[in-house]
Every structure is written in structure tokens, then in C-alpha cells.
């Protein structure tokens, strides 16, 4: 026997075995068809980009997760994106320009992260999203959510919500606070973890106005259905919030059209991507997984960063993330990934390889077993390696044996019926 020599992978990272990529390719696909079928056409990034470039599109927070190295060609700095969507950003500001708005695009891809090794993050993360690019509407906002509900009906997800909030809600009352950097950012880290006792310390020694005091303690109670905007619009004064509730209840209605409304949860106090975003941001989740699956939001601002200003919106799936999040109900996607395990008894293996021909014509997805080995080592293998059918074609080659692995059902078959068509698995 060879010696296996023993192997480790970074930090990180991981290698999918024939199972759960099986599982990923259909997450892929589901969510390729549900885009395709909003009308919007893929795109496909490069794998690396100036890094130059590539920072006008990125938050501070993913700045400090990118991966950087010299270009020995150039003696310039590349990088590996952490996120497609500066990337989309890039390329349909420089090479989309003089093309009619809206683009509606799409993409898959995998993109790497710095992340700290004490945390368990994965540093690979794999993507599948849209852009949707010149609109600035309660109507593309609400396609976005929209879709993401279909997908995430698409992939098999049966409890699932989807969290929306409104950057430019908390942006309208932080406005108006005579407050240094650090301040705010000690108020914003306590509303986005929901703290209220620390964020009720904090809003002591501060010199704000009782009013002020208030909308701020009203934010991280601001979570839950409908009647949220009702106690967000009683608690602010100012226009920019206002407004942002406005759009929000635009979306609402727009989302009953849909009948997705039911899925939808508000989160007032919800800072993510609190210095990219620029209006409504979301998140979904599925029961029992503590982290989202996807996310979202617009930002109105990315896209002049390239010279080409424009509104924009779109979202992302985390297809990692969603793999680990719905493991067991998409092994029907994973066992059986090839229909039949050929098998010929004969010496001439040429009318094997005929059959084998006439089966994928057919449509059938069909591996010849090519190793001599008896019945029971065939059925083994095909059982472990996920195989529906193992068909052994016998040396008078009249009729052929159908084997299922799962439990050895056995079942003839006439021959002329397999060559005809008429075969039915």
C-alpha cells in the first residue's frame, strides 16, 4: 500500500468532497435559475484585481480584510477580492458606461478574507448575488427581498426570515448629535448589540438633549413586525429619518404584492455596513443557524467611486453558509448523483461502451465500471460512491439486471426496451 503523506490545509479554507459538492452545485444552480428568471445576466469578475482599484470600493472594515501581494510583473500591488460587488461596480462603471440603464447582473465566485483564527470564521467564502444598477426606487428594493425569498424557497428553506432596516434611520438622528468620532462609535457599537443598560451609560455622560436621549434609547427596541415604524416615526423628529421610514413602508406594501410579507421582520437598530450603505440593508436567516445566509442592501455611493455616478442595490448569498445551514434537507440533491454504474459480464466490453453511448443520448448520466471485480464489490462501490443503479449487462446480453444499492432491489430489464428509449428509472 502507497504512504498517504499527511497534508493540512490553511486556516480557513476548505475542500469539498464529492457529497457536499454535489449539495453546493445545486444551491448554485437553484439560485442561477431564480436570477435568470428576474432577467438579470451574468458577469464573471477576475480572480484578482489592483488593489488600488480595488479599495475604492471597499468599506474600511473589508480594506483590513483583504489579501495583498506584489505583482511581479508589474511591481504593483494585487489583491484577491473579499467582496464581487466592488468588482461589478468597477466594471460596469468603466466598461458598461455607454450601455442603457438599468444593468441587472449576476455572479458566483469565491472571494478571500482575512479572519482572525480565534473567531472560527472562514477566511473562503462563497458567493452568489445580483446587482441591480441605476434605480433609485421602493420598487428595486423590494425585487431584492423579493428574490431573496424566492431563493431561498428555491434551495429548500422552510422557516427563514429576512431582516430588513434602514441605514439612513440612525444616520438622521447621529446627524444631529454634537458628538466627536468616538462617541458615536461607542453609541453605535452598544445599538448594534442591542445593549440597552450600555448604551443607557453611556447616553449619562453625554450632553445631548432629552430628546435626543430618547430616540437614541428607543433603537435597539426598534425589532419586530409592521407596528415597529408606527413607534420609530412617534420617537424622531428629524426629516432624513423620516423619510427612511417612508421608503420602508413603500417596500412594506410593495412586499404584500409579492406575498412575502410574512418573512419580513424590522430591525431599526441594525448597523451593518453602517459607512457603505446608504439606504434599506437586509439580512436572512434560517431557523436554528446563527448566522445569515445572505444579505444586502443599497449603496447609492459605490458606483461614482469609479466615475460613473449611479444608484445601486443588490445582495448576496453566502453559499457556505447556506450548505452548513440546510445539510440534511438537500442530501436528496447529493445521493444518486450518477444514475447507473455500468457492468458488463462479457469479454468483448464493446457492446457495454455501445450501451453505455446509447444511455447518455438518452440522458442518463452512466460510468462504466472498467475494473474486474464481482458482483458484490460493484454493488459495494456503487453504493458508497452514491451510484442509483448498478446495470450489469450479461455475456448473452438478452436482458439486463438492474441493482438498486440502497437496499439490493433487483429488477430485469428487456435489453431492446433500453435500446428503443423506453427505459424508465
Not at 413602508?249 to 431599526?268: A, C, M, N, S, W
Request: hydrophobic share 45%; net charge negative; proline share 4%.
Amino acid at each position: 500500500m502507497s504512504n498517504i503523506i499527511e497534508t493540512r490545509l490553511p486556516t480557513g479554507v476548505k475542500d469539498f468532497l464529492p457529497v457536499k459538492a454535489a449539495k453546493l452545485e445545486f444551491l448554485q444552480s437553484a439560485l442561477y435559475q431564480i436570477f435568470h428568471r428576474w432577467g438579470f445576466q451574468p458577469i464573471v469578475p477576475a480572480i484578482l484585481e489592483d488593489l488600488a482599484v480595488l479599495e475604492l470600493g471597499l468599506g474600511e472594515d473589508l480594506r483590513e480584510k483583504t489579501f495583498r501581494f506584489d505583482d511581479r510583473q508589474t511591481g504593483r500591488l494585487v489583491a484577491f477580492p473579499p467582496d464581487i460587488t466592488p468588482q461589478v461596480a468597477r466594471i460596469a462603471a468603466t466598461r458598461m458606461h455607454d450601455m442603457p440603464l438599468p444593468f441587472r447582473l449576476c455572479y458566483s465566485g469565491r472571494v478571500l478574507r482575512h479572519a482572525e483564527q480565534r473567531l472560527g470564521k472562514d477566511r473562503e467564502v462563497f458567493q452568489a448575488g445580483v446587482e441591480l444598477i441605476g434605480l433609485d426606487s421602493a420598487e428595486a428594493d423590494a425585487e431584492m427581498i423579493a428574490m431573496t425569498v424566492e431563493g431561498l424557497r428555491s434551495v429548500g428553506a422552510q422557516e427563514f426570515t429576512v431582516d430588513i432596516g434602514q441605514v439612513d434611520f440612525l444616520r438622521g438622528i447621529l446627524d444631529d448629535l454634537d458628538l466627536d468620532n468616538h462617541d458615536i462609535a461607542l453609541l453605535c457599537a452598544a445599538i448594534a448589540a442591542k445593549d440597552l443598560s450600555s448604551l443607557k451609560q453611556l447616553l449619562e455622560d453625554l450632553p445631548l438633549s432629552d430628546q435626543k436621549r430618547e430616540e437614541l434609547l428607543t433603537l435597539p427596541r426598534l425589532f419586530g413586525g409592521p407596528d415597529v415604524l408606527d413607534k420609530a416615526a412617534a420617537a424622531v423628529r428629524n426629516p432624513k429619518s423620516l423619510r427612511a421610514l417612508e421608503n420602508l413602508q413603500q417596500v412594506l406594501d410593495l412586499l404584500k404584492i409579492y406575498g412575502v410579507e410574512d418573512f419580513i421582520t424590522l430591525d431599526l437598530g441594525e448597523l451593518r455596513g453602517f459607512d457603505y450603505h446608504t439606504g434599506l440593508i437586509f439580512q436572512g436567516y434560517l431557523s436554528g443557524f446563527g448566522r445569515a445566509v445572505c444579505s444586502g442592501g443599497r449603496y447609492d455611493n459605490l458606483m461614482g467611486r469609479y466615475g460613473f455616478s449611479t444608484p445601486a442595490t443588490g445582495f448576496a448569498f453566502n453559499l457556505y453558509n447556506l450548505l452548513f445551514a440546510l445539510d440534511r434537507e438537500l442530501i436528496q440533491h447529493a445521493a444518486g448523483g450518477t444514475d447507473i454504474l455500468l457492468v458488463s459480464m462479457a469479454k468483448d466490453k464493446m457492446p457495454a461502451q455501445r450501451l453505455a453511448v446509447t444511455l447518455r443520448q438518452q440522458g442518463y448520466s452512466v460510468a462504466r465500471e472498467m475494473l474486474v471485480r464481482d458482483r458484490q464489490a460493484s454493488l459495494d462501490y456503487a453504493r458508497r460512491l452514491h451510484f442509483r443503479y448498478l446495470m450489469i449487462l450479461p455475456e448473452a446480453m438478452d436482458s439486463l439486471l438492474l441493482i438498486r444499492p440502497g437496499d439490493g432491489q433487483e429488477t430485469k430489464v428487456d435489453l431492446n426496451a433500453v435500446e428503443e428509449g423506453r427505459l424508465q428509472l
